[in-house]
Every structure is written in structure tokens, then in C-alpha cells.
């Protein structure tokens, strides 16, 4: 009798074989490593039976065993398995084979069934060798094994059910990444259908800076490392936009322990992570107005406490970079002597090219700057974008504008107590910028100290001047303040 060996495993082919050749009229004809092969070389070698493994990779044995006898019904399979498990029995009888041989009982009962096979002696119903079942009637097992089956459909549709309807993202993935099954909630997720998704690979679909957290994850999972993980992780959805989820996963392995697939559940947080964004939008708004705040703080003390004059005009312009967020400020004080409305020299500066500085030492009120604007208008005056400004084309400002490397500005007058102008403050970005009512609202109060600073330093320079001329005529002169009787300060320092 001529026998086919099927065993994916070499060491137990080889067992099969020496234990096969030691039996009187039994020749081993052949061996094969997986369903595919066996069936290659049963049609190369014509056996008169095939001992076939089930758990084997590319074909399994059920399968191979259905399709052999199909072809060649005279051909006995005698199954072999390390289970023994009714519905596992039931499948392999029910596929064509006319023996179930579980493997711890090869070395008793398979030469016996191989030869029951050779003499012709035909089962009257398939047999089971070596099972704790064997005692047990064949139909009972089948009937068994058949209410197993019916359970086990049961619990497949509940999972199906589950799997399909479940309000979170849940997908099967291959060792390599390949989508093996997705449900509704997933493909909702990421924007695509199902048949797209499974023609696609997990790595299709990540966020390149969130993937090597994952694949390392992954990898410990697959090594048994951990037996399972969760992170938060982007995706990038069908129409390119991503979506923030918490990507959980575990290992499914086979029972030799291999690793089968991973099970990843995937649940949509972008409401959530975009929640937690605008309050950390907050908190570093709020921690930047406080240092504002402190700033503003400290120039007042220092207003109370008459400071330096240069000093505290320097500590505003930094103080106006830094709520503005800009590149560039600059603080002028007003020249009401030079004609009306007057002229604007600079007092302080932060950016400016020497150039610029030159430039801009002295700006008069027809020149086409924002700040001669806002000293004829009595306005603020913002410019988002120089290049788009009507009133400086072709202007030597504008020219000064780029070669300093200027493209917004706005300017903020500075008024006295009564109204009066008495400076400008400015500020200039390297961008095309508006600033933010926010940001507005902050510089107002550095505008209102500046313009404090500049009228309490004139009448300053108006108390001396009346004390000296008190001192060297006898006749007291009445002291005005700066902005109101028009006078220049000799001394801004």
C-alpha cells in the first residue's frame, strides 16, 4: 500500500515515515509539506492512501482532504490532529476522510487504521482512533460536534453583530499592516468604505510623527512583550484632514502561539483634543497677560518714582515689542513749535537700521508714514500689509519700510490727561500683520503711561524754566504744562 505523508513539520514526517516503513506492505510513496503540496504530489504520485495533517499554512488539511477526494474517491485520507475536539472530528469526517487519528495515538492506532484501509475493509461509518471520544458512538460525536457547530454559528452572529455595530472603531490588521476587517465605525472614522480600506495598509493611513510610538508598540505586542497597549495617535482621513483618536491593541495568536492578527479599537477624541487645545490657548494667553501686566506694573512704579527718563523710554519701546508681539518700535515725542500740527523727533527705538534711525529722526506731519498720519488725524493708524498702501506708493518711506525689512506698522497717538498730543508710539512686524483687539486694548495702557511720561517730564521742564527765571529776574513766571503752553522740553532725558 502506497501512502503520502502531509505534515508541515519535517520531524514529525520523518516520524510518520519510519514508523510507516517498519509495517509489513505499507511503502511510503512520497511527503508534503502544506494542502497545496499534497495535492501536487497525490496527483504526481497516485497513493493509495495519504496521512494528512490538519494545521497546516497555505491549504489546511480539511481542505485538501475535500478537494483529494473529491478527484479520487478511492483514495483513503486518514486525518491526523493534535486536537480533540468534536466539531474539529466533524469537519475532517465530513470533508472525505475515513479516519481521525489523534496524534498522541500514532504509534498504536495509525498503522492499525491504514491497514484496515488496505484490506478493504470499509468503515461503516468514519472511525476516530485515539480520542477520549473513541469509546464514544460516531454519530453521537457528529451530533455533538453539530449542536457545537450550531452554538458556535450562534456566538459568531452575536460577535458579527457586535464587531458591525459597535460605537467605537474596531479593525483587524494583518503582522504586516494589511486591514483585514474593519467595521461601520472605523471606515466612518477615516472617511473610506470598507472595500477601500481592505485593499490599504495601517501605514496608508498614519501620521508619519505619530507612527514610531505605534510600531514600537506594535512590535512588543507581536514579541509578547506586553499583551496589550493604548496611545493617542492621528490619522489622516480620505480628504487629507486628520483625526485625533486613542488607538488601543491586542495581539490574536493561533494555538501554537503564533501571532494571527492584532485587534485595534479606535475611538474619534478630535472634540476632545481640540477642547484641551483652546484651554491651553487660554492658560498661555492668561500666563501671557499676567507677565504684561507686570511689565505695565513695573513701569508705573517707576513713573511714580521719577525714574530716568531714557531709561523709562526704552523700558516702554521693549514693553510695546512684547505685547505687540513685533519686530520693530519705536517712541515719538511731539514738536509743536515746527508748524502745525507739528513734528514727531524720536526718543527710542528698538530694530531700526541706522538708516531707518536717520531717516525717521525727525518725521513731519505731510511726510507719508502712519505716524504723520495719526499726528494729523489724531488717530491710531494700522497698515496690515505696506506693499498694499495707497498713501505710501512710491514714497521714501516705503522705500525705508523695505530696506529695514518693515512690512505692517500701526501707530497709537499718546494724549495727555487734558488731550492734548504729545507723541506717538509705534510698532512694525517683518509680516503682513493686524493685531488682535486683545492686543489693542493692552497697548493702550502702555500708551497711556508713555503719554504720562512725556507730560510729566514737560512739566518738569516748565517748573525749572519758571524757577530760573524766578531766580535771575525776581518775578515769578506762571509754570504751564508742556502740552498746553506748546512748549519743547530742552531736556527729554
Known amino acids: 500500500m502506497r501512502v503520502l505523508v502531509v505534515d508541515d513539520h ?4 520523518r516520524g510518520i515515515r519510519s514508523l510507516l516503513e517498519n509495517a509489513a506492505e505499507l511503502e511510503v510513496c512520497g511527503e508534503a509539506i502544506d494542502g497545496r503540496d499534497a495535492i501536487q504530489k497525490t496527483l504526481e504520485q497516485r497513493p493509495d492512501a495519504i496521512v494528512m495533517d490538519i494545521s497546516m499554512p497555505n491549504l489546511d488539511g480539511i481542505e485538501a482532504t475535500r478537494k483529494i477526494t473529491d478527484l479520487f474517491p478511492q483514495i483513503h485520507v486518514v486525518v491526523l490532529s ?16 475515513c479516519a481521525y487519528v489523534v496524534k498522541s495515538a500514532v504509534s498504536t492506532d495509525l498503522v492499525s487504521a491504514l491497514k484496515k484501509a488496505r484490506d478493504g475493509e470499509r468503515f461503516a461509518a468514519p472511525a476516530v482512533f485515539g480520542s477520549a471520544q473513541r469509546n464514544a458512538d460516531v454519530e453521537d460525536i457528529l451530533r455533538r460536534s453539530a449542536a457545537l457547530e450550531s452554538a458556535l ?33 472605523f ?48 490619522y489622516v482621513r480620505k480628504d487629507g484632514s486628520l483625526v485625533w483618536c486613542q488607538a488601543s491593541a491586542a ?6 502561539q503564533k501571532l ?34 507686570k511689565l505695565l506694573q513695573d513701569i508705573s512704579t517707576q513713573l511714580i518714582q521719577g525714574g530716568n527718563g531714557k531709561a523709562l523710554y526704552e523700558k516702554i519701546t521693549d514693553a510695546a515689542v512684547a505685547i505687540m508681539g513685533s519686530e520693530f518700535a519705536s517712541m515719538q515725542l511731539l514738536d509743536p513749535q515746527s508748524g502745525k500740527p507739528g513734528e514727531l523727533i524720536l526718543l527710542a527705538f528698538r530694530g531700526f537700521t541706522p538708516e531707518a534711525v536717520q531717516f525717521w529722526t525727525r518725521v513731519p506731519a505731510d511726510s507719508a508714514s502712519t505716524c504723520a498720519i495719526a499726528l494729523r488725524t489724531l488717530k491710531r493708524v494700522i497698515v496690515s500689509d505696506v506693499e498694499e498702501c495707497e498713501f505710501m506708493a512710491g514714497t521714501g518711506d516705503l522705500t525705508t519700510y523695505r530696506q529695514t525689512g518693515i512690512r505692517s506698522v500701526q501707530s497709537t497717538p499718546l494724549l495727555s490727561r487734558e488731550g492734548h498730543l504729545v507723541g506717538m508710539i509705534s510698532t512694525h512686524w517683518r509680516q503682513v500683520h493686524a493685531p488682535t483687539e486683545r492686543d489693542l486694548r493692552m497697548f493702550d495702557v502702555l500708551a497711556r503711561q508713555a503719554a504720562d511720561l512725556i507730560d510729566h517730564r514737560r512739566s518738569e521742564e516748565a517748573l525749572l524754566r519758571a524757577q530760573e ?16 503752553a506748546g512748549n519743547f522740553p530742552q531736556n527729554v532725558e
Open 469 to 484: 527765571e524766578l531766580r535771575t529776574s525776581g518775578h515769578p513766571a506762571v509754570p504751564q504744562s508742556g502740552a498746553k
Open 10 to 13: 519535517q520531524v514529525v514526517r
Open 187 to 234: 471606515c466612518e472614522i477615516l472617511g473610506y468604505t470598507e472595500d477601500e480600506l481592505v485593499k490599504m495598509r495601517l501605514q496608508d493611513v498614519s501620521f508619519l510623527e505619530d507612527s514610531p510610538a505605534d510600531a514600537e508598540k506594535a512590535r512588543q505586542l507581536a514579541t509578547g512583550e506586553i499583551n496589550h497597549y493604548s496611545l493617542e495617535r492621528r
Open 251 to 256: 495581539a490574536v495568536y493561533d494555538a501554537e
Open 82 to 97: 493534535q486536537h480533540d475536539f468534536p466539531h474539529i472530528m466533524r469537519q475532517a469526517l465530513n470533508a472525505g476522510a
Open 153 to 185: 454559528r450562534e456566538s459568531e452572529e452575536r460577535f458579527r453583530l457586535t464587531f458591525e455595530q459597535a460605537a467605537v472603531g474596531i479593525a483587524h490588521v494583518s503582522a504586516d499592516g494589511r486591514w483585514l476587517r474593519v467595521n461601520r465605525k
Open 260 to 293: 494571527k492578527y492584532f485587534v485595534r479599537i479606535v475611538e474619534d477624541i478630535s472634540e476632545r483634543k481640540h477642547a484641551e487645545d483652546h484651554l491651553l490657548r487660554i492658560e498661555l494667553e492668561l500666563a501671557q497677560e499676567v507677565a504684561e501686566l
